[in-house]
């Protein structure tokens, strides 16, 4: 009977899941025009060795690392502020629609919120450059020079997970030992000690979890690409994830799944990783 | 009097950081009742002037198909996506809970964990494959079925099968009842409320999909309100003002959903996400 309540699950799993994951490592040893045929042709490791030679994949790598790298502090660290904030005793009244501002974003549907930001960020009629030459401040780039289109894409992702990322912070401080804070306030601790004492200690796991969960999300960046730069200007903002998209829009299937494959292989190393240096440095 | 100016402190910084998140959504709402010329001279405005609605009227047809049938496909593939998820994940989880160590089952556990993990972006394009190769391409069934399963939501079931006593379950079976018996008397009484949850998360999660409804569809036919958006936002010489029109519309049903059930949404995206 288990067997039965489990079959829709595992079909759906097979079908759906390692079905197109085999699919998309099969086709990766295929030569592209072959691949969808009933006789495909097999090349090897040659779709690997294009990509791993070619220039352009080797500076969306990059990026995306960059990218990344700056995108998971900024969104721990900031989500973490956030948190402290709208946990602040002070705020009693309205802290439900604090919260609710900030998660708003997270289950919005983000080609809408993302083309209405995209706009904000717009030279003629949005409304950041024009608050800036308002303020007599320099006007902002936006989408239209490699370095700002790169800051733009991580704004807009940020205003978009952040909020989530903070609600889960949120969650862990009311699970924590409040007796070790009380203590240390009879001790004399001012907030801010306690806060890097006894607060920050104790959410470690936390931050731990939160940060993998980042790095997977942000090391798979791609709808912001699609929706707002297009991978522009002059390939600044092309990552991993966009790349194969060209690929695979060009019908070089092979290569698309070879750096599909790659970049599977990326996140899987860097989570796992992340997540045995989180584990060894618990149990110090 | 310095907690006074504290607290005042504090609630001035919320409010600047709930506008700076909320701020979007005003000015698509503002911007998708002024005129575009209105927008050029000044972007910045809290309210419109005037109550312009032909960026609405101007949504009569996109890419061909009615603005109608792009909503009726969002909520028909949003809704039976939803309720064949949660029955699949919610069986499914239920199963492992039950016996994890029966064979087999530690490879669907796997299977799924591995299938999470994959860059989903990158999983539509084999995805496309797969449902060439089963013939499901453009159709609405397929859509239906690759983006049923919302892995939140099988987190949330798991959490909650973890939280019921085992001993409930074992009486049950020592009184003679059958798997099925268990299941429709004793369990799904009791998940009723994780049951809605995780509709309304797998609801919200579905309506904003886009991208793998979009590669598995042969044309706007079996395109959402997302799609429309993303087809409008490409076209060449755009309305603007139609684009934040649509993206209010795409976006206000969810918004509204949301804000009547945020304590069961956010509730159950912690549950669910913080363990997974």
Known sequence: MLYLFMAPFAISTALFGIWPIAESIRVAFTESYSALSSDPRYVGFDNFRAVLSARAFHDSLWRTLLYTALAVPINVVSALGLALLLSHPVLKHGRTAFKLAIFVPAICPETASYIVLKSMFNQNYGVVNHALLGLGLPAFGGLTTPGSAFATLLAIETWNHVGLYALIFLTNFQLLDKSIEEAAAIDGASRWQSLVNVVIPQLRPAIAVTSIYALIEFLKTFSVIYIVSRGGPNFSTSFVSHLAWMKFSSAQYGEATAIATILFVVVFVASGGAYLYARRSDHR | ?276
């Open chain 2, 1 to 276: 009097m310095k907690p006074r100016i504290t607290a005042c402190l504090v609630y001035c910084l919320a409010c600047a950081i709930a506008l700076a998140f909320l701020y979007p959504f005003i000015w698509m709402v503002t911007s998708s009742f002024r005129t575009q010329e209105a927008i050029l001279s000044t972007p910045l405005r809290l309210w419109p002037e005037t109550f312009d609605l032909s960026g609405f009227e101007a949504l009569g047809r996109i890419g061909g198909v009615p603005l109608r049938d792009y909503a009726v496909n969002s909520i028909v593939i949003t809704g039976l996506a939803t309720a064949l998820g949660v029955c699949i994940t919610g069986l499914g989880a239920y199963a492992l809970h039950r016996n994890p160590r029966l064979p087999l089952f530690s490879i669907i556990r796997y299977g799924f964990l591995i299938k999470v993990m994959y860059p989903n972006m990158l999983l539509v394009i084999p995805l496309y494959f797969v449902a060439h190769k089963l013939g499901l391409l453009g159709t609405m069934l397929g859509i239906v079925l690759v983006i049923s399963t919302v892995p939140l939501v099988f987190f949330l079931f798991v959490e909650f099968f973890r939280s019921i006593p085992v001993e409930m379950i074992e009486a049950a079976r020592i009184d003679g009842a059958s798997e099925w018996q268990i299941l429709m008397r004793i369990i799904l009484p009791l998940a009723r409320p994780v049951v809605l949850t995780g509709i309304l998360i797998s609801f919200l999660l579905t309506w904003k999909q886009w991208f793998p409804i979009m590669v598995l569809s042969i044309g706007p036919e079996t395109h959402t309100l997302p799609i429309a958006l993303v087809s409008l936002n490409s076209e060449f010489g755009v309305n603007f003002q139609a684009i934040m029109a649509l993206a209010a519309l795409t976006v206000l049903p969810v918004l509204l959903l949301f804000l009547l059930t945020q304590w069961r949404v956010m509730d159950g995206f912690m549950v669910g996400g913080v363990k997974g």
